[in-house]
């Protein structure tokens, strides 16, 4: 079996019943010591106790489905891994992520050559995937997570880094912390929360669950990740999440959970909208709508043009790098000569996607996607194309039969071309419901936040009810 190289952000399934976690590193002098460590999180985000953290001085879990195994030094160099191994099917029911995690003793990462986490067959040691970290002044990070999806398990690199230390994870993960005073990394052995300290010695969290958000069911909801945004980002998705919640109370639809697809056009009239950053404000904006709606804060994604691609899911706590990653415009055959360089490992090439239009291929991939992945939440695919559209059988043919199937479909157009059957299939007989909404904008760059999400939103509350009538969902 060959390994994944895997980038910031990017997933894998994984098959093994248990894996090992390598945190793999070069020491020499200088080098601050590197700690790994596993928080078994509920669906909420949290803890459940103080036996859900495992590190050197706790290093079993009560369940034994989590253990950290140590540090070993590997051949010459001086390469040091420290290893936690998980078995996935002794993991309790109520462990709905195993996030893995990494502290600086004695310095930042920035000092850590050759950090990267290896995931490994636990039986075969046979190498899964590898992710190559880099870091600056952080002295915490979470390297991974290992999650339940659809009745499987999948491993996520994250690579996300707190210059708060351990103490900043602590939080992000709803557990409270003891002092406000400069975190360190685990506590001394014999306890995970030691007395209050003397300088210089920091305070450490204690594994203790913070009580659940409260709110009117009508605002907006809080996600994991967002805290990790940079400031002026962060505001603007809170004030557009409210717009959000308002948009959807005007048409009875407060508190509202459903699953959130984007499909993006990447054909090639669109390249100067890419170019001018006008598809990156458009994906921000509606990780809004899917923060609001999605309550696990990741939204699944696609590109097409002469072909579709499925792009890794946006975790919303990753959101600039995704848009850095993968908002980019199809690429024209000519040119299809080597890999281009400097693609990176989870970044789709777009010489396959290429340049014409083809949305009945991208709307069959979604199809397929919803049916083999069913939630128990309707799913709302938010389709941005500007235009060009002249597969109107195809698409018609696509569209009539996904009538059936608990998704609304819901077109922006972003351009002034034609968008055939479209524009058109609110008039269109023969279906039990309708299951499809468009408008068209010439700029909307230029559409103010409130009037995007009342139109964006105006038909899915009366698509859920005619579906919910008719049995669909």
């Known amino acids: 079996m060959t390994a994944t190289s895997l980038g910031k952000g990017a997933n894998l399934a994984v098959g093994s019943p248990a894996v090992r976690v390598e945190l793999v590193c070069s020491s020499g002098p200088g080098v601050p010591e590197i700690d790994?460590?596993?928080?078994l999180l509920t669906?909420?985000?949290?803890?459940?106790d103080d036996g859900d953290f495992v590190f050197y001085n706790q290093p079993r879990h009560a369940s034994g489905a989590v253990t950290h195994l140590g540090k070993e030094a590997r051949g010459a160099g001086g390469v040091v891994a420290?290893?936690?191994?998980?078995?996935?099917?002794?993991?309790?029911?109520?462990?709905?992520?195993?996030?893995?995690?990494?502290?600086?003793d004695g310095g930042t990462f920035g000092q850590v050559p050759g950090l990267s986490l290896r995931l490994l067959d636990a039986a075969s040691r046979t190498e899964l995937a590898r992710f190559d970290m880099t870091a600056g002044t952080e002295t915490a990070l979470v390297g991974g997570e290992l999650y339940r999806r659809q009745g499987g398990w999948k491993f996520r690199a994250v690579g996300q880094g707190y210059a708060s230390g351990l103490a900043g994870v602590a939080t992000d993960y709803g557990i409270t912390v003891d002092d406000a005073s400069p975190p360190t990394p685990p506590p001394t052995p014999g306890t995970l929360t030691p007395p209050a300290p003397t300088p210089p010695s920091p305070a450490v969290p204690s594994a203790q669950p913070a009580p659940p958000a409260t709110g009117s069911p009508a605002g907006p909801r809080l996600v994991k990740g967002e805290e990790r945004l940079p400031v002026e980002m962060r505001k603007r998705l809170s004030l557009r999440k409210e717009q959000v919640a308002v948009s959807l109370h005007k048409h009875g639809a407060s508190g509202i959970t459903a699953r959130v697809v984007l499909v993006l056009d990447a054909?090639?009239?669109?390249?100067d909208l890419y170019a001018h950053g006008v598809v990156a404000d458009v994906v921000e904006r509606m990780a809004a709508v899917a923060a609001q709606l999605d309550d696990d804060g990741e939204m699944q994604a696609w590109t097409f043009a002469s072909n579709p691609a499925r792009l890794p899911d946006l975790v919303l706590g990753e959101l600039p790098e995704w848009l850095r990653l993968h908002v980019r415009a199809g690429e024209i055959s000519l040119f299809r000569r080597g890999?281009?360089?400097?693609?990176?490992?989870?970044?789709?090439?777009?010489?396959?996607?290429?340049v014409q239009n083809e949305e009945q291929k991208v709307i069959a991939e979604v199809r397929a996607f919803v049916r083999d992945h069913p939630v128990p939440v309707p799913t709302l695919v938010l389709f941005f194309s500007?235009?060009?559209?002249?597969?109107?059988a195809d698409i018609e043919r696509e569209l009539r039969a996904a009538v059936e199937e608990p998704v609304f479909w819901q077109f922006v157009g972003v351009g002034r071309?034609?968008?055939?059957?479209?524009?058109?299939?609110?008039t269109l007989p023969g279906r039990r419901v309708d299951n499809v909404g468009f408008f068209a904008v010439d700029d909307i760059s230029t559409v103010p936040d409130p009037e995007l999400y009342d139109r964006l939103l105006s038909e899915f509350p009366s698509w859920i009810a005619a579906a919910g009538r008719a049995g669909i969902l």
């Open 36 to 39: 790994a460590s596993a928080l």
């Open 43 to 48: 669906s909420a985000g949290r803890v459940r």
């Open 82 to 104: 420290d290893t936690v191994e998980v078995a996935l099917g002794a993991l309790e029911p109520a462990v709905d992520r195993v996030v893995l995690c990494a502290s600086a």
């Open 267 to 271: 054909s090639g009239s669109m390249v």
């Open 339 to 354: 890999r281009k360089k400097g693609l990176e490992p989870s970044q789709v090439d777009m010489r396959e996607v290429g």
């Open 386 to 392: 500007d235009g060009g559209v002249y597969r109107d």
């Open 417 to 426: 071309a034609k968008y055939g059957v479209l524009e058109r299939f609110d």
